[in-house]
């Protein structure tokens, strides 16, 4: 029997609020299949499972704001029995998690923002503990409403478990304001734990340009590449081969894969920005990169990312698109290892064969963790990704 | 179809893929990329919803064309049939 918890979906993550189940008690399930919608800092992400099996119990509530690794469900494996409902197996079968006062998240080690003093005092407020305060404003309690129990009436915690069954699902007061700390939270600490180092090539991209032109020129609008997935190959094809800069660093080391998962930045209208893996693009064609990303991009904007693509990306495409600088060098996503930053295309006076000729370039900037690689193999990264865009075919 | 169903049909299928830009204060020049933020996949969105809703195939030639309201208006009411 597996318990299904609430997952970290980033470094940052402390807790998720349960907001929408997809299962009930009995639903087989299967690995992969999304069971829950999980509210978070990043906007809902559905939350998928690991496994094959039975839901036995579902063991959380919507509305409920739960740290990570508490249960969620219990899903019993293939052909086994539930067991005697007076001897579960697992040891938290028979309670309910409790929702977490946000001063026990804040006592985390590595966790940085303390969101219990996140939120000022107004004049003139009913007195109440930090935790009483963050919790009360998660749930849209008015603190006023409630009597308290702690010294000179001081609204405790405990004194809103009574009201706390009856409220509503959560609603982040400032969805924006959240995305803003998780990505300080996650860029924090990218630059105080990876030692960043940086390698820089422009590259003429006037081949692959001419190249998607005329893929392009025959098809419809809904069968048309971008030139972004041209380098969202290139970099599946250039991390495959240099296996350093691709995966998460993990209890000190980078952990092996031979998948690459690539985290694409997708910027949100209103700001913010996201960067959901595109899974296994490494096996992917460009035609399949091409509708993999667009799919990425609306469901990053329409919110409903899975758990996998927030969690497993390998390494990551950031870049400034069509219009904008010429160059950027990005913070790394932790745990992963390596960031590829592209500059807009720049129209540039450029020696082909020994003649000077206007050409499309494109600054690619390699962000690399400099405990797991050298500038050798960064070099190496880029030299692959430079030899797949000048013979776009290869892709 | 009128001009004026041309124009409304292209501020649907925007504000759709931009849905926090202000029809009341979109400009008949705003550009698509400069102005409004909009990025490479944006841009082919709205195409490829244009392309859907009016039957106009715009090639990527043509994307220039497009590239403000005024600009897309005049465009698309001379090729929607």
Redesign the interface.
Known sequence: MGIFTMPSLGADMEAGTLVEWLVKPGDEVHRGDVLAVVETQKGAIEIECFEDGRVLELQADLGAALPVGAPLALILGPGEAAPEPKEPEAPAADTKPEAVPAQALADTPEVAPDPAVAIPLPHGATAASPAARARASELGIDLATITGSGPAGAVLLKDLEVRKSSAAIVQTASPMLEMRKAIAAAMARSKQTIPHFYLSETIDVQPALEWV?AR??DR???D?L???ALFVRATALAAAKVPSVNGQFVDGALRPTDRVNIGVAV?L??GGLVAPALIDAGAMSVDETMSG??DL?FRARAGRLRSSEVTEGTITISSL???GAEAMAGVIFPPQVALVGLGAPKLRPWIVEGAVEPRTVVTLTLSVDHRVSDGRQAARFIAEFQSHIASPETL | MTKEDIRTAFIEELLDIAPDIDPDTLGEDDHLQDDLELDSMDVLNLVTALHRRLNVDIPETDYPQIATLALAVSYLTARVT
């Open positions: 032109e392009n020129a419809p609008p809904s048309r971008l030139l972004g910027a209208r209103g990303m667009r991009v698109g069509a219009v």
